[in-house]
């Protein structure tokens, strides 16, 4: 079955460094992953989408890679701050259906 | 522009009780979908509604259901409550063939079984 792993562990950086969040897939071959943040209480909010035909993807302080091959994502915050602490989530696509399979999700801490 | 809305924002409920969650999805939306979300997990896909019919569904039982109105808002039935049910329910929504599109999140139902 379709599978999708983060670091279960959570991430603590500190304040202006890089954080580097993993995402990785198997048993399927996503055409597109999306990224989302969610805070406690609230709803994933959506941040980037990246398709298979794309290497890399930028949105501010933020950079997706997707390695087809490896079957994996990864997700960079460039000069993280405190207000970055989030659950980020990635999700692989199923099929060109509208279906999202989320990973467990990784939880950012950024200390000042 | 209005979000995703959900009600109600908290329910308790007991054991073998039934619960219906509301869902009015952001405007110019058509489609919504629900998902289930575990303490510590991802969410997991429910079913997903489009022109008033379920288009596809995930790994759920038939206790879950679900209904979509003329209006685009969604409901989603439970019914005979496991303390296992317990969770966010979130609803997303989107226009037909977002599959390449990000999906609009509400903020969620805590349903507690007790």
């Known amino acids: 079955s379709q599978k999708i792993e983060q670091n279960s562990e959570a991430l603590n950086i500190q304040e202006g460094k890089t954080a580097t969040l993993t995402c990785n897939y198997t048993n399927y071959s996503p055409a597109y992953l999306q990224w989302y943040r969610q805070d406690p209480g609230r709803g994933p909010v959506f941040l980037l989408l990246?398709?298979?035909?794309?290497k890399e993807k930028r949105k501010e302080r933020l950079k997706v890679t997707f390695d087809t091959t490896l079957k994996q994502s990864l997700f960079h915050i460039t000069a993280s701050q405190p207000a970055d602490s989030a659950t980020y989530l990635c999700a692989p696509d199923a099929g060109n259906t509208g279906k999202l399979i989320f990973g467990q999700g990784t939880t950012l801490q950024v200390k000042p | 522009d209005a979000g995703v809305t959900q009600s109600p924002t908290h329910l308790i409920k007991t054991r073998g009780q039934q619960v219906t969650l509301r869902c009015s999805p952001k405007s110019g939306h058509d489609t919504v979908s629900w998902y289930q979300q575990a303490l510590g997990q991802g969410p997991q896909f429910i079913f997903q509604y489009y022109e008033e019919e379920e288009r596809q569904r995930g790994n759920f039982p038939d206790r879950f259901s679900g209904h979509q109105f003329p209006n685009y808002s969604s409901e989603l039935n439970v019914n005979a409550l496991l303390l296992g049910d317990s969770a966010l329910y979130l609803c997303?929504?989107?226009?037909?063939?977002?599959?390449?599109?990000?999906?609009?999140f509400g903020d969620g139902t805590r349903l507690s079984i007790l």
């Open positions: 990246i398709r298979e035909n794309e």
């Open positions: 997303a929504s989107g226009s037909r063939g977002y599959s390449n599109q990000p999906q609009h």
